[in-house]
């Protein structure tokens, strides 16, 4: 496994890899790395040639610096992880080389209201961030295919919809959701959890099976998605939002019998951790 920190040396790298026709899969990560990560590197894996991983905290996707600064950050850990799943290369830039001389460039998109329900409403300029970076590092990567994870369905909707409207030539994938034994999804935050809301925590992907078992005895979903925030609430947790969206507008499904495919979508507060999980309910 090689590690890069400067843009020239990973394209150096990547070009010399392309022009012996390897395909290229690239995954991006804020680091502080779990086995739902390395699912997505396994994915890579088996879709190309190389696996590419990126370990970068970007600062422009943060609405509170003091949630930037708790991010964790395991930079040995991480690269061991790496190394044993059988990452070919891993990109560690600093600050300064995605953003030189503070350069920040927002791709223009027409993204309707994808960006400004559930995380885009609860986290103001997140999305923004996100997007600037993920496009700065397809520039910088060129894969041949993008892997993400369903545990960000909005993140993942949204870069679809990047890709489509500015035709990249990405193949996107998804990954499914890595959980703990007892449910709970696996997340960078988790390590922040204390003990009880560890184990209260769990309640989110309880709340979101019962969603899926019961969608058909709802005839109105924002019943059903009071019912599950009373759940999650009866914990100790304090939810933020849980939605049940159509699969492609993210838009609030009334009745079940209106969407192909609808997807529960819930952030909740286990004492000052902010968690998201989600679950197709149907379709
Ligand atoms: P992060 O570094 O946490 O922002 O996530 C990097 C990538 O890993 C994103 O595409 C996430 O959706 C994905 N990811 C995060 N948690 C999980 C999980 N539990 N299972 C699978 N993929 C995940």
Not at 206 to 230: M, R, T, V
Request: net charge neutral; hydrophobic share 40%.
């Amino acid at each position: 496994m090689k590690t890069y920190v400067t843009v020239k040396s990973i394209q150096r790298e990547l070009s010399l890899l392309r022009h012996n026709s390897k395909t290229i899969a690239f995954v991006p990560t804020m680091g502080a790395l779990h086995e739902g990560h390395i699912s997505l590197i396994g994915l890579a894996k088996k879709h190309a040639d190389t696996a590419v991983c990126s370990i970068f905290v970007n600062p422009s996707q943060f609405n509170n610096t003091e949630d930037l600064q708790k991010y964790p950050r395991t930079l040995d850990l991480d690269l061991a992880l790496l190394k044993n799943a059988s990452c070919d290369l891993v990109f560690t830039p600093a600050v300064e080389e995605i953003y030189p001389s503070g350069l920040m460039i927002k791709p223009e998109l027409n993204l309707a209201h994808l960006d400004k329900v559930m995380e885009g409403h609860f986290r103001p300029g997140h999305f923004d961030g996100m997007l600037m970076v993920v496009k700065r590092l397809l520039d910088i990567v060129n894969p041949d295919f993008l892997i993400m994870g369903q545990k960000d369905f909005q993140q993942y909707s949204l870069v679809s919809m990047m890709i489509r409207q500015l035709s990249l030539p990405y193949q996107m994938i998804i990954g499914d959701t890595l959980r703990e034994a007892d449910g709970l999804a696996m997340s960078s935050r988790n390590r922040r959890l204390t003990p009880e809301f560890r184990i209260q925590s769990k309640i989110i992907y309880q709340a979101l099976l019962f969603c899926q078992q019961s969608i058909n005895s709802f005839s109105d979903l924002s019943q059903l998605g009071e019912k599950c925030i009373q759940l999650i609430d009866s914990k100790g947790l304090r939810t933020e939002y849980f939605n049940l969206v159509d699969g492609d507008s993210l838009l609030e499904v009334s009745d079940s019998t209106l969407s192909q495919k609808i997807v529960a979508c819930v952030a909740a507060w286990a004492g000052d951790v902010r968690l998201i999980d989600n679950l197709i309910v149907k379709g």
